[in-house]
C-alpha cells in the first residue's frame, strides 16, 4: 500500500513508441512526485517494460492478456475498471486519474488536476475533472468551468465518486455491452452531476490509427483546433486557476453549461431518454 493518496494510471496497448514519450512529458510535472504511478498494459512485451522502468523504476506494471472471445470494448473497459480499482481499493487514494497511452499531457497538467480537486472535492455534484479543450484565448490559458458533460481523454474522480462508478463499470463488464465506458456512463453523469473542464487543453491527443482517432484526422478542423488549445510548451509558470460559470465550450453542441435551465433540460432528457429504452426492450 502507498503512503501517496493520489494516483494516475495509463492504459496502454502496443504503442511502444508513444507511451515513453507520454512518460517522459508526464515526468516534467511540477506535482509527478506527489502521484502514484501504474500502467495497465496491454500484450507488452519485455522491451516496453525495459523502457517504463528506465523513465521511473517506481512506475508500477500490470500486464493484461485476453482471449479472442473477449471484444475490443470488453478489453478497453476491463482495462479501465482494472486500474481504478487498483488504485483505489489498493492504494487507497482519494483521487485517480486515468490517462490513455496516446494522450501526451501539458506541464501543468497534474497541477491543474490537483487544485480543481481541491477546490471542489466537497461538492456533491462534482463526479470528475475532464483534462481537454479546442478552446483558444491566451487570456484564459488558466480559466475553468463546469459543465454538463460525460468524461474521456485525461478524466479524473475522487473517491467518493467510486462507488457510483465502479457500479456502473461492472454493469458495462457483465452485461457485455458493446460500447465503451465513456460513452455509456454519459447520460448517467449527465443525469446527476457536473464535470469540470479547461478553457484551454491540458492533453493532446497523438493521431496513431487507434479505435477512435485516425492519422487522416489530424488534418480536420476540430484538431486543428485542439492543437492550437493545448499548452505544448515544456515548462510555464502556472498561476491561480480561474473559476468562470459562463464559459463558453464549443467541442460538443450537448456539452452544455452548468445551471439551473440547463440541468432541468438534461433532466428531462433523460427521463424521455429512458422511457425510449424501455419501450425498445419489448
Sequence with gaps: MSNKNKSIFITSYKR??????????????????????LIILQNGSKKIIKLIKKIDHNIRVIQTNYSNEYSKFSKVNNNVFLGFKKCFEDYNSDFVIHLEDDCLPSYDFLNFFNEIYLRHK?????YAINSFSRE????????????????????????????FTRKNLKNILNSNIKKYFDSHLE????RKYYVIMPYRSRVLEIP????????????????????KSFLKSNKYLIKKYKYEPLLEYY?????????????????LKSFIRLKLDGISKF
Design 251 to 267: 467541442w460538443r453542441k450537448d456539452c452544455l453549461k452548468y445551471n439551473f435551465f440547463n440541468r432541468k433540460l438534461t433532466y
Design 187 to 190: 447520460w448517467e453523469i449527465k
Design 208 to 227: 496513431t490509427n487507434g479505435l477512435n482517432f485516425k492519422i487522416a484526422d489530424k488534418n480536420k478542423k476540430f484538431y486543428k483546433d485542439w492543437s
Design 136 to 163: 483558444f484565448k491566451f487570456k484564459k490559458n488558466f480559466s475553468y468551468s463546469k459543465f454538463i458533460y460525460g468524461i474521456g481523454k485525461g478524466w479524473g474522480i475522487p473517491k467518493t465518486n467510486w462507488i
Design 122 to 126: 466537497t461538492d456533491k455534484k462534482f
Design 16 to 37: 511502444e513508441k508513444i507511451l515513453p514519450r507520454l512518460l517522459k512529458k508526464l515526468k516534467k510535472n511540477l506535482d509527478y512526485s506527489q502521484f502514484n504511478k
